[in-house]
């Protein structure tokens, strides 16, 4: 069969040059346009560039600073919004991931504390009467990583096996997990890591561990099983499970997922701040939602992609810069951050009904 | 008695009852209570290795129910199910597809948001790398090119097998879940009125595919409303009624009025009086 | 020049104060444009606002910190661009270790709940209730540092032998709000239990448990009532009789030095690194000092 | 035709006695064993009865101020939660509701302060160079809910017109209106309101327009051609287009009413508190869809219904009350909370699956 | 030309002229294009008041397509529609029903949630106390009693109509859609493949249904694969093929031999055969 046939088996003519543009591309257009305005107002307001005023400090045509700052800033909830991509393309959502950074970070970094802090016992040592202080790298980060998979796993043992929305399943690990957090040191704050810790989260890491971990569930949700029935699920779960899929077990393992890498950037967070607190995290499961379905992605479920949401971040971060950029008062950001958020959206929205779709 | 019947009641039912290992699939008291609606009654049901039995009735007779309870998707008020020599009580389709039944659902079981191929090798995917666990890798292409070959069976035409199931005309999406199953050897195939949204060439090239099946050797229940199509095809058929198997008839020995009357009521086999009471 | 401004939320009474303070002084500087941000309560966004401060190249950054145990790696970024920082109100983990360049004009947390709590156990033996008494805590937010802190304190004071003749009931969070301690108050009040005081980790919470007490038809004047804060509804309910002890900071004053320093630094002059600013006592006797300060 | 048969027409045999539960009994149900387990841990723990223990100091053999506070304490998030129900049946979701009862306690609450406080100016007018200070109290509240009519109308419009997401929209707005309170003052509380004010959310106020708005509710969405149309959109959009039913504009009510019905919480909420602060309803909208979800209602849509609610709004007071009551630790009564939430909707699953449902 | 040709291009097809207002709806050059998807391509179809027209052909051919592109399910390519003597731009399916089109759609459009009465009257309530607008009071025993006089003549068999319609099997889902469309009197009746799930008993009864229309003169368009229903009920046969009109055939001048063949493309009637090119 010729290649250029093998798409159908005949019937009605096929234009293969009209094939639907991926609504990841409207997306982008967003994106771009919302820089376009930030240099627009940035011109009439400000009387500077946003993007491409390297303020006479650097030898380049960016701002490589604002740049910088720009993915900086929602890395860390992008590492998050990457888990819950998923958990929202089979259908359901979590609420718990911004308690999951909060508690793991607690956790982990009690296993990250150095001994000593110029030279007087760690006056915050969480475990220095065990000794405990002083660990090497790894046990933070293998304690820390346990936890989101506990967390996770009990997530998906709850939503697959016990039947019940998931909306209420990860609102109660959200309570629950936010408790830990509180309860670990009774609220006290985590502090002083070692320098092996301290480096995870350092400099422009944290954007390195996102922009990875983005290309790998890129090509997991693309290329692999795991995703053809992360989607199936999401598309139709009577059908798929009809289809001989094991969705009470495939559940578990995509929140399991979405709890392991909350517990990445728990790690990550909690290293880049050089502390940890029982607030860590407090909505970020509303901005890493929110950056999915800016992406794109569908509440229903079945629709959406990694590289969605990874657009869907860099919108949010341009909007926080932007807004500092142009000096726009707090009050105000607010107000308009939301309207920010909604624009994208509706333009997306719009974009795509052109596309006319079948009612 | 055979040795899958191994009913302890020792209640008296009507029943052929074959050699060792020739039934593939037996009921016995098959009922299922939905609230207050009674949509399966004490169905006792047998069909044989190489048969195929057509099972007819009217609308909300309870044909698609009687599929349900075999197939595990729903769970049995009472009623004990026999399949291939094992007295089973599967938790979910999954298990009844592991066992060998293959099964076109009424309501086709298709995911939306995915393509043909994607549809067609759902849960049992071509791979490549399967050390990877659940993270294998897909073999898009294999998967196609199985894909188009599969709906050549079925003699449907798809300008673009990559468009999602959910733009796919009523047809087309019916000939999806057909191929789906044709594509893979089974034990039993069961088929819930398969051809309902067809039209005259496509349900032409499906009714070869059961012909196929016939000459294979394979078992098949078909539920179907067309009674050209079951005369043409089937060994027998089972009519159901008001929820109650109302009479098991073999083609040679009956024709189209025949069975309308015990469809519509008209006519109850002696055999199940009490039930059609 | 350009000072940029990240307090740990904007609605938060105290806070609100203390950033007036600092709007009213920088308005009557020529040349000063602040900007500030509201960092909402999370460590790491405040951390990513100093960033984009620094992106933005304002000359000075004032921050308000979320938590004072997070101030080392905001030291660290804004020590590396060379961006003079200065701390207001709350006194950061790494004070000893600050850079030229860095400074603080904050208070000591531990005095606030210190403050109240004593004055309470004062006022309860005043009353003659030296060999037993009994009481509630109101918390704030439990993953906040004052809350932890100003409830440290009390537990501290009813663990020093003058005070030890008071013992807690019960003590649960309201966080910070005035409703959650209402409803809370109620709750306690349907267990039938005696009591005699109600700490507050701030006053917001103390009104709460004060108009639940009230409608529950209980006399103001068998309950020593503490907050934290003295803010103008707190001073109100004070003059009422309801409220016997709340403790005030000097918000505005915070603001305004914190500016003064932000500039000096800019300019190269000698700071002192560490200003602090006392708390003071506030009862039914001095309130009068306080009704316009807040 | 005889009543007795006029339920269907022929066809299997119908047994009338074995019609399905419906699933606020299962609901009903968890409540009370929530209730059975605090009364013998009760016994067990405080020795003490926690509802019919009149401590000696009433009348009766219940202990009456346990009883009102299980119901006042869940009031005010409960009248937010009929809005948020509605919007649920229709498929949505409303997580503006939050930030709308601080915005217009704020705006509501500048309207109905006193001029003097004490006999001085009262120090927190906001409109005291107005002179719009002891204004009759039909002021502060037409304010109030026309702040919430503009609120909820703009999330319906978005909704129903530009089809983006209602979590997006409503996360829009709940950005938005956040930083209206906040903006409104700069972030000062507004107090001491007029008598008049006061009295509205008093005593058991709260309690008593909770329940007439319930009742309300209960018999508009069960008996109206309003209710119908909510509950045929949640259940299949399309088909109610096809049907006929201006959707867009049924949403545009949906709504308004609980941008409405959020105002009356704010009301209710800054009138019993003496105060209105930009802070006030965070995370209220996240109980008010608990409350919804633990009543038995589908964030799929189509399902649910306003008693549901109440009974939802019942378990979460009976739950606040009973930790205070068995003074557990803060730490643990978030972690308990949690599981028991979790707790309450696995039985009610579990119940509903008895009666096996197909697949 | 008749009143309601104002076509411009001058471009010259084949048709019938009929007097003024005699034709109930007319299109021109209907086209709907999916992405790359060539579903309906330059349809010119004309219906006549009291006529009863078939539309047959392939699965996937357009026929759904061309439903959605009148009834204004979806926004047409490009293309002109005239009904009841007037251009129309129908904007959702609501105006086309307030213009006095009922559809049948292929899929249904019923709320799952919802039971039988409630479905049946979705959009246009029995009400009272209508003064209340919005939140007028339903009738729920007028709607009853009038929904199981309508089930009636569909004869179908529902044991309970409280029950919702997700509940319902696939044969009783038709007839509550089928039940609503005959239910209110229309300007046109358009009916998707409307006995595809039905039994023996309920495919006659509601063919009995159509009959009744045609006594009326109400106009009908029938989508169906069911060759000896539409040679019994309709005057007419419009055949898609690919997404195009290839025969307008006269019952009385054709047989289904010659229909198959049409539908099959083993011929393609002169008028159209630039179409089926
Ligand atoms: N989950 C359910 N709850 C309540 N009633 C149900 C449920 N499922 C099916 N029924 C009822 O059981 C009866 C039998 O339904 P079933 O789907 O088996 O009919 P069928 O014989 O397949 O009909 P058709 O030919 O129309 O597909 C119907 O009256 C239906 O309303
Ligand atoms: N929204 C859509 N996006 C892309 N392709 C579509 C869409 N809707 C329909 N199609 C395609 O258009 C073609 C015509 O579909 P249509 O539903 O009109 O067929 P039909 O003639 O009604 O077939 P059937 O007899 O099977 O119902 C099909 O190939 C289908 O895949
Ligand atoms: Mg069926
Ligand atoms: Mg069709």
């Known amino acids: ?359 | 008695m055979s040795d899958v019947d191994i009913s302890q009641d020792g209640h008296a039912r009507p029943r052929d009852t074959h050699a060792l290992g020739e039934v593939i699939l037996r009921t016995e008291g098959l009922t299922k209570h939905y609230g207050g609606v009674h949509a399966l009654e004490e169905a006792d049901f047998e069909i044989r290795r190489g048969e195929h039995v057509a099972i007819m009735g009217d609308n909300g007779a309870g044909k698609s129910t009687f599929v349900r309870q075999i197939t595990g998707v729903e769970q049995r008020t009472r009623g004990k199910i026999w399949f291939d020599g094992a007295y089973v009580d599967f938790e979910g389709p999954l298990h009844a597809r592991h066992a060998g039944i293959e099964t076109v659902f009424q309501t086709l079981a298709l995911a939306d948001h995915l393509d043909v191929p994607d549809n067609l090798f759902l849960g049992r995917e071509k791979t490549k790398w399967n050390w990877l666990g659940p993270f294998r890798i897909l073999d898009y292409r294999a998967m196609r090119e199985d894909t188009l070959k599969a709906l050549q069976k079925t003699g449907v035409k798809i300008p673009n097998v990559r468009n999602t199931i959910q733009n796919m005309s009523g047809g087309q999406r019916q000939c999806v879940a057909i191929a789906r199953t044709a594509t893979f050897h089974s034990k039993l195939t069961i088929m819930d009125e398969p051809t309902a949204a067809l039209g005259v060439q496509e349900t032409a090239q499906v009714e070869n595919i059961i012909r196929t099946l016939k000459d294979q050797g394979e078992p098949l229940i078909l539920i179907s409303h067309n009674m050209r199509q079951v005369m043409d095809l089937v060994d027998r058929i089972v009519v159901f009624r008001r929820g109650r198997i109302v009479a098991n008839l073999r083609k040679e020995e009956t024709d189209g009025q025949d069975v309308v009357a015990y469809i519509t009521g008209a006519k109850t086999q002696p055999a199940y009086a009490d039930a059609a009471a | 020049q350009q000072i940029g401004v990240s307090m740990s939320r904007f609605d938060d009474n105290f806070l609100t104060v203390l950033r007036n303070g600092m709007e009213e002084y920088a308005a009557g500087l020529d040349g000063v444009d602040l900007q500030i941000e509201d960092a909402q309560d999370d460590v790491a966004r405040q951390l990513d606002q100093i960033n984009n401060f620094i992106a933005s190249g304002v000359d000075a950054i004032i921050v308000n910190a979320v938590d004072t145990s997070a101030t080392e790696a905001m030291s660290a970024a804004a020590e590396g661009a060379g961006v003079p920082l200065v701390y207001v109100n709350r006194e950061p983990i790494n004070v000893d270790t600050l850079p030229d360049n860095q400074a603080f004009v904050a208070s000591n947390e531990i005095e606030s709940g210190t403050l109240a709590a004593f004055e309470a156990c004062k006022m309860l033996r005043a009353q003659g209730l030296g060999n037993g008494a009994r009481g509630y805590m109101l918390m704030g937010q439990l993953s906040n540092q004052a809350a932890v802190q100003r409830s440290i304190d009390v537990r501290d004071i009813l663990g020093t032998s003058m005070c030890n003749f008071i013992t807690l009931i019960d003590e649960q969070t309201a966080n910070w709000s005035r409703d959650e301690a209402q409803d809370l108050m109620t709750n306690w009040l349907s267990s039938g239990e005696e009591f005699h005081v109600v700490f507050s980790n701030n006053d917001e919470m103390a009104i709460g448990a004060i108009q639940a007490l009230k409608a529950a038809g209980i006399s103001m004047d068998d309950v020593v009532v503490t907050g934290v804060d003295a803010t103008q509804d707190a001073l109100v309910s004070m003059s009422q009789g309801d409220l016997d002890v709340t403790v005030f900071q000097d918000a505005a004053g915070q603001g305004s030095g914190s500016i003064e320093a932000a500039i000096a630094l800019v300019n190269g002059e000698d700071v002192d690194q560490k200003v602090y600013i006392p708390f003071q006592l506030v009862t039914p006797a001095n309130m009068a000092d306080f009704m316009s300060a807040n």
């Open chain 1, 1 to 359: 069969m010729a290649d250029q046939a093998a798409h159908g088996v005949g019937g009605l003519k096929y234009d293969h040059s009209k094939r639907q543009r991926p609504a990841e591309l409207n997306v982008l257009i967003a994106l771009f346009l919302i820089v376009a305005v930030f240099e627009l107002l940035g011109f009439l307001i400000m009387d500077q560039s946003f993007l491409f005023d390297s303020a006479g400090r650097f030898d380049s045509i960016f701002n490589e600073q604002r740049l910088q700052i720009i993915i900086l800033q929602v890395a860390i909830v992008g590492i998050i919004a990457l888990g819950v991509t998923q958990v929202i393309i089979t259908g359901g959502i979590d609420l718990s991931s911004g308690s999951i950074v909060g508690a793991t970070a607690m956790i982990a970094m009690s296993f990250a504390q150095v001994a000593e802090v110029n030279g007087f016992p760690n006056p915050k040592g969480v475990f220095m009467e065990q000794g405990w202080v002083d660990l090497p790298v790894i046990v933070p980060i293998v304690v820390g990583l346990l936890c989101g998979l506990v967390a996770g796993g009990i997530n998906g043992l709850l939503v697959g096996y016990t039947k019940i929305p998931p909306f209420i399943a990860t609102l109660g690990m959200m309570v629950s997990a936010r408790g830990v957090a509180k309860w670990w040191t009774e609220g006290q704050p985590v502090s002083f890591p070692t320098e092996s810790y301290a480096a995870i989260g350092a400099g422009m890491n944290p954007v390195i561990i996102f922009l990875v971990l983005a290309i790998l569930f890129h090509l997991v949700m693309r290329y692999t099983v795991y995703g053809k029935h992360t989607y199936a699920i999401g598309s139709n779960e009577a059908a798929a499970r009809m289809s001989g899929i094991n969705v009470q077990r495939h559940l578990v393992l995509v929140y399991t997922i979405a709890g392991v890498l909350a517990a990445v950037a728990a790690i990550v967070l909690s290293s880049k701040n050089l502390t940890a607190q029982s607030g860590m995290g407090v909505m970020y499961e509303l901005d890493a939602i929110a950056m999915a379905v800016i992406g794109g992605i569908s509440l229903q479920g079945g629709r959406g992609s990694i590289v969605g949401t990874v657009i869907g971040a860099l919108i949010f971060g341009v909007i926080i810069s932007g807004f500092t950029f142009l000096r726009l008062d707090a009050f105000y950001q607010e107000m308009v951050k939301g309207a920010i958020i909604v624009g994208a959206v509706v333009l997306d929205q719009y974009r795509q009904r052109k596309a006319a779709a079948r009612a």
